[in-house]
């Protein structure tokens, strides 16, 4: 392979070294695809009826989001009273439901666009899935403190309005900054979601066949005409738009942690907070990602060279990293709790290790920190579906953390007389199976009627691929 691509030649140690990693380096496109084959296969999965395994993965998230609305008629009927908060857990699984959803809507504009901004060029096959997903998990968590205000109909109180209507806002209120932070977080996420999918909806348009189709792409698309100058104005404004989001994502992750560490109950005023919620929030959203992409390339198996195994590496190879450090971060509370000399902050601990709530904190422990640990191991993260179950159980281990978070430090505060116990109801159980139905109904519904895969990004992929290969038969590396 060496003397092929003519490394005899009298090259500089450092283009030699340059050449033999993009020797080793493996393709993001495999099979040698080309534009044509690309567009088909992307396309195809629009344009062509819909598998019996959609139809079933479909129909079961369908009857499982119905949960959301029968749950929500019910309780707004009779009352809060049907949720298992009490005094002083006060807080419960709606909280930790909107905390765990807006967690994985952070992931997917933050994965995205910090791997624009990086040149990653492996984001090209897995950012428009994690985009779509921050949409649909910031519309499930938007249910939790819409309804959990108690009079629904008065939610506009969290709108400023003018002065004359005799409101006013609390702005010392958590709710309404977290209001002002995912409404802004989501429209942001809208306009970087639709700008990356305007290329592929002109492609979609083109291809259509006259009808309703056809001229809803046309609409959606804005005439995109795909000229010089058109992508010059598409790929700034894209860039723009990432950078935004970057800095809101942070934002408004340490928006919501700090509702937390505000407050002076033990166990949640922690320093730690904001960059801990912004590394699980990667840490989760990858792995949401992997437990949406896999079964996707397995039910569609021309994305298998689209979504390659290096793709599912680097994603294990993140989950693991940020595992770490969110092990880290466990640890330095545990560390802090016991340095400050804190008799509350030390028995919360405690309790939270060996009290009544201790299964939630083995399974926060065991998924997040130790099973990640398995993707030392290249055969691991070279099993898509070892990956795919792991990721599936991180995700069980962060909506545990936010149990522990919410409801051991609640549970069990100062006095001892003011102690109870929190069980939550088949209400509150039902709401938040019913979002995740909603979640996987949106996202295959999406599937359906845009590509899941960025087409112009992925093209760009085998241009710099062809481009590789004709600079290595010189003996060049390519970029030297």
């Known amino acids: 392979m060496v003397s092929k691509f003519g490394l005899e030649k009298n090259l500089s140690e450092e283009k ?51 949960l959301m609305p029968l749950t929500i008629v019910y309780f707004i009927s009779t009352g809060l009273g049907v949720w298992g908060l009490n005094s002083p857990v006060f807080w419960g699984l709606a909280i930790l439901n909107f905390v765990f959803w807006i967690e994985i809507g952070h992931a997917g504009t933050l994965i995205s666009a910090i791997l624009l901004l990086t040149r990653q060029k492996w984001r090209n096959s897995v950012n428009r899935a994690a985009e779509a997903m921050t949409i649909f998990s910031v519309l499930c968590a938007a249910v939790f403190p819409l309804f959990h205000i108690g009079r629904q109909w008065m939610f506009w109180y969290l709108v400023p309005v003018p002065e004359s209507y005799a409101v006013w806002q609390n702005f010392r209120a958590a709710l309404l900054w977290d209001e002002f932070a995912v409404g802004t977080y989501f429209t942001v996420s809208c306009l970087f979601w639709y700008f990356g999918l305007i290329p592929d909806i002109a492609v979609l348009r083109d291809r259509a ?13 804005w005439g995109w005409s795909g000229s010089a100058a058109e992508w010059h104005h598409y790929e700034l404004g894209y860039l723009c738009l990432g950078g935004i989001a970057t800095i809101l994502v942070v934002s408004v992750a340490s928006v919501v942690s700090t509702d937390f560490a505000t407050t002076v109950l033990p166990g949640w005023h922690e320093t730690i907070f904001p960059p801990d919620f912004i590394t699980g929030a990667i ?15 397995a039910l569609y198996p021309q994305l298998k060279d689209v979504i390659t195994p290096k793709h599912i590496d680097n994603m294990a190879r993140i989950m693991l990293a940020t595992g770490s450090m969110v092990g880290y971060s466990y640890i330095i509370e545990l560390f802090v709790a016991w340095y400050s000399a804190n008799v509350y902050e030390k028995y919360l601990f405690l309790n939270r290790i060996f009290g009544p709530y201790a ?6 422990f065991g998924f997040n920190v130790f099973l990640p640990q398995l993707f030392w191991w290249k055969k691991i993260r070279s099993s ?14 962060m909506w545990s953390e936010r149990f522990v978070i919410v409801v051991t430090a ?3 505060d100062f006095l001892p007389g003011s102690w109870r116990m929190y069980y939550p109801t088949w209400v509150d159980i039902g709401l938040f199976v019913g979002t995740v139905g909603f979640f996987f109904m949106l996202f295959l519904l999406f599937t359906r009627f845009f590509p899941v895969i960025s087409i112009s990004e992925v093209k760009t992929l085998v241009y710099e691929m062809e481009r590789k290969e004709d600079d290595l038969k010189k003996g060049t590396p390519y970029g030297a």
């Open 16 to 66: 030699k070294a340059l050449l033999l990693e993009q020797l080793e380096r493996p393709p993001l496109v495999l099979n040698k695809r080309n534009y044509g084959w690309l567009t088909e296969a992307i396309c195809s999965i629009v344009e062509k009826p819909a598998k019996l395994e959609w139809w079933i993965a479909f129909i079961l998230s369908f009857l499982l989001s119905l």
């Open 209 to 221: 066949e006259k009808g309703w189709k056809k001229r809803l792409y046309h609409i959606l698309c």
């Open 283 to 297: 840490f989760s959203g990858f792995a949401m990602i992997a437990t949406l992409l896999i079964p996707l390339r």
């Open 359 to 364: 299964i939630a904190y083995f399974l926060m």
């Open 384 to 397: 898509p579906w070892a990956v795919f179950f792991i990721s599936i159980l991180i995700n069980v281990g």
């Open 410 to 412: 609640l549970s069990r």
